[in-house]
């Protein structure tokens, strides 16, 4: 999913912390559970470089043009309820 679209991060950051939040009360050891983590944030970078390494500034353009900048115009609310 991380390679599938732009804003993939935080859709998959609410299900992580979710799921990590529910292995820490389930009484699992912290340093096995850390560990985890780490192997996996590392498995999940190593594959999304291949990809985001050659796409970051043109990715991060686009973010910022259709998020905060003019593209986002369209969708502005506040504009919305004026017309």
Known sequence: MVLAKIM????VLAPSLYALARSWRAGRSAGRLIRNVLLA???AVAMASVWWGPHLDSSYRYLTYY?????AQPY???RARRS
């Open 8 to 11: 993939a991060g935080p859709f």
């Open 41 to 43: 944030t590392a498995a």
């Open 67 to 71: 998020g905060w900048g003019e593209g």
């Open 76 to 78: 502005d609310l506040r």
